[in-house]
């Protein structure tokens, strides 16, 4: 890749209600004890009912804004990445856009799940490198709480709502992005859905309507045999080597199924970033939000090689590799 885009900042927005795991020991039958032993989540964030993808997106964009002292009302792309938008349309994107009046902006909605965060970066690395675009924002913003059924403790126990906005930019200098693979098998669809207008996925009536369902224990294989190869692909296309990675940054499905990762890549737990034990799994912002958080605690340091890789419904999966 002859990336000629840079990271410029980002800023992110936490609904202010927490849904603890003593608060889920009321509502289903588990345990914090259980629910830390499967998944590592302790909490979560929830959006409240009149808030949606849009409203956390918005708010992700005014931290980044406050943090990092930029514009952008001369953002030539918006790009959200979320599974839960407010409507069929309009999109969430071009609500953020109208928002901060950027009158010559494009916008775009992706939806590909948890692996959707990494599908923005690289489209807008795209758009500038082509010679597209000069300024891209791109939000991941996910209100996963409004389709969950909290009735199914394999499920609510799991999510959280969050939104992180990024700022990329066109520059002269040497770009952030090194390297990107991706891969899908929409065959596999059935095994993470949630229902709109049709109930059936590749011919399967799904069991609930217009509420997220996904068969986690093929899931959990499905990760474990083949992510790790996906990240080896990634880290061939770059032509580097583990060592040259300072950060793992997968998303933060749950903490088992990420140590099971970094055990068949030989990686450190202690270089991998994650963000679910406060924040839960949040879809396609739980990358974004490991990286937040690590640059929150000067864990990040600027010229640091990270690999960034996503997975989940469609079923898709694929990553980046990026200097910061």
């Given at each position: 890749m ?7 900042g980002?800023?992110?927005y936490?609904?202010h209600r ?9 509502m ?10 499967r998944?590592?989540?302790?909490e979560r964030?929830l ?29 030539d792309?918006?790009?959200v ?5 407010d ?10 856009q109208?928002?901060?009046?950027m009158?010559t902006a494009?916008t775009m ?10 599908y923005g970066l690289?489209?807008a ?9 000069n300024k891209?924002l791109?939000?991941a913003?996910e ?5 969950l059924?909290?009735?199914?403790r394999?499920?609510c126990?799991?999510?959280?709502d969050?939104a992180?906005?990024?700022l ?9 992005f ?15 859905a949630?229902?709109n ?5 590749n ?31 990634l880290l061939k ?23 099971a ?22 879809s396609s912002?739980?990358?974004p ?6 640059v ?9 090689k990270?690999i960034l890789y996503?997975f989940?419904a469609?079923l ?9």
């Amino acid at each position: 890749m002859n990336s000629k885009s840079k990271i410029i900042g980002l800023g992110t927005y936490l609904p202010h209600r927490k849904l603890t795991n003593y608060d889920l020991e009321k509502m289903v039958d588990t345990s914090d004890e259980w629910i830390v032993r499967r998944t590592g989540v302790r909490e979560r964030r929830l959006a409240e009912k009149e808030e949606f993808s849009s409203d956390l997106a918005i708010k992700a964009v005014e931290n980044l804004i406050e943090r990092h002292n930029v514009r952008v009302d001369d953002v030539d792309m918006v790009i959200v990445t979320t599974f839960t938008p407010d409507h069929f349309t309009p999109t969430v994107s071009a609500l953020v856009q109208g928002y901060f009046g950027m009158e010559t902006a494009g916008t775009m909605d992706i939806n590909s799940g948890c692996t959707g965060f990494v599908y923005g970066l690289c489209v807008a690395d795209s758009l500038i490198t082509a010679g597209h675009s000069n300024k891209v924002l791109v939000i991941a913003s996910e209100v996963a709480s409004k389709v969950l059924d909290y009735s199914d403790r394999n499920t609510c126990v799991l999510f959280g709502d969050a939104a992180v906005a990024m700022l990329i930019e066109r520059t002269n200098e040497k770009g952030s992005f090194i390297a990107s693979y991706f891969a899908s098998d929409g065959k596999l669809a059935q095994n993470v859905a949630c229902s709109n207008l049709s109930i059936k996925v590749n011919g399967q009536e799904l069991e609930k309507e217009r509420l997220f369902q996904q068969n986690g224990k093929f899931l959990y294989e499905y990760v474990v045999k083949n992510i790790p190869e996906g990240v080896c692909n990634l880290l061939k296309k770059s032509n580097m080597k583990f060592d040259d990675i300072k950060w793992f940054v997968p998303h933060s499905a749950n903490l088992r199924m990420i140590k099971a990762i970094c055990d068949r890549l030989n990686f450190p737990i202690e270089k991998t970033l994650i963000s679910n034990e406060f924040y839960g799994n949040t879809s396609s912002a739980s990358i974004p939000l490991a990286i937040w958080m690590a640059v929150e605690e000067s864990k990040i340091k600027s010229g640091d090689k990270m690999i960034l890789y996503g997975f989940g419904a469609g079923l898709t999966h694929g990553g980046l590799v990026i200097e910061w």
